[in-house]
């Protein structure tokens, strides 16, 4: 396991959880009231790189400002929690909080680690699976078991993720 106190990096990340395991990446879709959500996704060649920038720490986390890396229209959005739990790239309103990442010993590759991550309260991001129709709009042709995995800090499934470190800053 690679220890990153002090240490700010560029990661691609992973989720796992009870909806099975993917990439972290943020909603593509135009059709949805405002994209820029993460999500978990097993989209083949869907995957983001987030920045992680050090903070501080406790004896049991690790705190990181965490920001979009080469994501596109979202590149050096921050992430934030909505008021409803949700996790989103914002570029307009001014993110302040960082986010805690309880790592999870492991014996693992160089450069990676496992974690869960928290909100400023400590909540734990889960993964919630979702019904497209809660978040659409307009003519929508898709069936109803089209489904989302949204990362939420309010309700889902419990995630743990993991890390590859591309780059150290």
């Known amino acids: 396991m690679v220890d990153i106190t002090g240490k700010s ?3 691609m990340v ?11 990446d943020y909603l593509r879709r135009d059709d949805v ?24 720490h ?42 805690k990442l309880e790592i999870v010993p492991s014996e693992g590759e160089p450069d990676c680690f496992e974690f869960f991550m ?19 709009f307009g003519f929508d042709r898709r069936g109803p078991n089209d489904v989302v995995n949204f990362l939420n800090v309010e309700k889902g499934e419990a995630a743990h993720f993991g890390a590859k470190i591309i780059q150290y800053l």
């Open 58 to 99: 406790t004896p049991l986390r690790m705190h990181y400002r965490i920001s979009a890396h080469a994501a596109g229209l979202y590149s050096k959005a921050s992430l934030g929690v909505s008021r409803n739990g949700y996790l989103g790239l914002y570029h307009v309103a001014g993110v302040i909080d960082y986010l």
């Open 9 to 11: 990096f560029i990661a």
């Open 118 to 136: 928290r909100d400023r309260r400590g909540y734990r991001v889960k993964v919630s699976r979702e019904d497209r129709s809660n978040f659409y």
């Open 14 to 24: 992973q989720c796992r959880s009870a909806h099975g395991e993917g990439l972290v």
């Open 33 to 56: 009231a405002g994209s820029g959500w993460l999500v978990q996704t097993d989209e083949p060649g869907q995957a983001m790189t987030l920045r992680f920038d050090y903070v501080g």
